[in-house]
T-cell receptor, first 114, second 111 residues
Framework: NAGVTQTPKFRILKIGQSMTLQCAQDMNHNYMYWYRQDPGMGLKLIYYSVGAGITDKGEVPNGYNVSRSTTEDFPLRLELAAPSQTSVYFC?????????????FGQGTRLTVV | QKEVEQDPGPLSVPEGAIVSLNCTYSNSAFQYFMWYRQYSRKGPELLMYTYSSGNKEDGRFTAQVDKSSKYISLFIRDSQPSDSATYLCATQKSGANNLFFGTGTRLTVIP
């Protein structure tokens, strides 16, 4: 059982570059989420999706974009990387919207923008 | 004001000690209260959750919620070195899609 798989695990970007963080789940979960985790700040929700073709903003969406063309995949796009986007990014999924009670998190992508 | 406040620690205890981890929250609309464990360089994993007020026990772990004081607690009995991790509290409103996390408390259990 793979669960939630994130790639890459690590990445260094230069300011202004773009990249896509990949997230895939094999549990047939409807709900998927992107969080970022910064030291001393806790995890913050960037975007979430309640099903294929449906996405919505979370607390900190600026500088990011998402799409959900399939149930399994939920990529996060950074268009113009900035140092403020240096963080650890976690993708999560849940079968229902009761995310706290059943969410599965991926292993994270550590991104550094220099 | 942050939605959820958590003492970041770090907290160091000897093996076998009882550990108490605590959070406070500000919004009385929160109905779900979760504790996650996060090992170094790994994703959070759900330990347990409670709905509304009360206690919940799972093996050596007990979660408590006191909605009157907006206080969340996690107790670990007979702590083990394998319990060494960062513990995150989180809250959620019923029907909402967002979790509000505390900053995490780093726990080390010394053999």
């Amino acid at each position: 059982n793979a669960g939630v798989t994130q790639t890459p695990k690590f990445r260094i970007l230069k300011i202004g570059q773009s990249m896509t963080l990949q997230c895939a789940q094999d549990m047939n979960h409807n709900y998927m989420y992107w969080y970022r985790q910064d030291p001393g700040m806790g995890l913050k929700l960037i975007y979430y999706s309640v099903g294929a073709g449906i996405t919505d903003k979370g607390e900190v969406p600026n500088g990011y974009n998402v799409s959900r063309s399939t149930t399994e995949d939920f990529p996060l796009r950074l268009e113009l990387a900035a140092p403020s986007q240096t963080s650890v990014y976690f993708c999560a999924s849940s079968f229902t919207g009761e995310v706290g009670t059943e969410a599965f998190f991926g292993q994270g992508t550590r991104l550094t923008v220099v | 004001q942050k939605e959820v406040e958590q003492d970041p620690g770090p907290l160091s205890v000897p093996e076998g000690a009882i550990v108490s981890l605590n959070c406070t929250y500000s919004n009385s609309a929160f109905q779900y209260f979760m504790w996650y464990r996060q090992y170094s360089r790994k994703g959070p994993e759900l330990l347990m959750y409670t709905y509304s007020s009360g206690n919940k026990e799972d093996g050596r772990f007990t979660a408590q919620v006191d909605k009157s004081s907006k206080y969340i607690s996690l107790f670990i009995r007979d702590s083990q070195p394998s319990d060494s991790a960062t513990y995150l509290c989180a809250t959620q409103k019923s029907g909402a899609n967002n979790l509000f996390f505390g900053t995490g408390t780093r726990l080390t259990v010394i053999p």
